[in-house]
Antibody, heavy 117, light 107 residues
Framework: EVQLVESGGGLVQPGGSLRLSCAAS????????MNWVRQAPVKGLEWLSYISSSGSTIYYAEFAKGRFTISRDNAKNALYLQMSGLRAEDTAVYYC??????????WGQGTLVTVSS | DIQMTQSPSSLSASVGDKVTITCQAS??????LNWYQQKPGKAPNLLIYAASNVQPGVPSRFSGGGSGTDFTFTISSLQPEDLATYYCQQCEDLPYTFGQGTKLEIK
């Protein structure tokens, strides 16, 4: 069974940094592309970033460029999202999602990031 | 960016009703359209991919159709456990974009 478990969320001050992790199990992590998606409180879903199975191809949503960095460690079955220069509008639940058969075929339970002073 | 316009934004229906949600893309996306269900307090869950393919394990009352710019999502006979918000999402081009969601309530 595919399992994705996010961690690393919490309360951070504006301008601060945070690193989210997504631990994957139940599938051959190194064979699958991955994404990060976020959802602000009482809002809809917003795609944030994509990374290929090898990590060689990466895409970001415009709002994430220059502030967020996606990466993965296939030896550790882990996906990461390094976030810096955080703003109040980045407050959201952050989900990792596995590609297949759709863009977001399997989702983690999410981790809440709150940006506030 | 490809805009996804989903309607209605909310709807209330009775158990046993047929429910249809529509999603319109701002440009041709072929059949690169997925549907997700998000129950309160939970992560989204894939129901339909490539416009009309039902994800294994998803009840047969859920279906999808359409191509190009116009898509539909149907629940043939609404069940109490279908209380959720439903989202369409295009996968034709980056950035991947979602519809604004349809909040489904049970009368």
């Amino acid at each position: 069974e595919v399992q994705l478990v996010e961690s690393g969320g919490g309360l951070v001050q504006p301008g601060g940094s945070l690193r989210l992790s997504c631990a994957a199990s139940g599938f051959t992590f190194s064979s699958y592309e991955m994404n990060w998606v976020r959802q602000a409180p009482v809002k809809g879903l917003e795609w944030l970033s994509y990374i290929s199975s090898s990590g060689s191809t990466i895409y970001y949503a415009e709002f994430a460029k220059g502030r967020f960095t996606i990466s993965r460690d296939n030896a550790k079955n882990a996906l990461y999202l390094q976030m810096s220069g955080l703003r109040a509008e980045d407050t959201a639940v952050y989900y990792c999602a596995k590609v297949g058969p759709a863009t977001f075929g399997s989702w983690g339970q999410g981790t809440l990031v709150t940006v506030s002073s | 960016d490809i805009q996804m316009t989903q309607s209605p934004s909310s709807l209330s229906a009775s158990v046993g009703d047929k429910v249809t949600i529509t999603c319109q893309a701002s440009q041709d996306i072929s059949t690169c359209l997925n549907w997700y269900q998000q129950k309160p307090g939970k992560a989204p869950n894939l129901l339909i991919y490539a416009a009309s393919n039902v994800q294994p394990g998803v009840p047969s009352r859920f279906s999808g159709g359409g191509s190009g710019t116009d898509f539909t999502f149907t629940i043939s006979s609404l069940q109490p456990e279908d209380l959720a918000t439903y989202y369409c999402q295009q996968c034709e081009d980056l950035p991947y974009t979602f519809g604004q969601g349809t909040k489904l309530e049970i009368k």
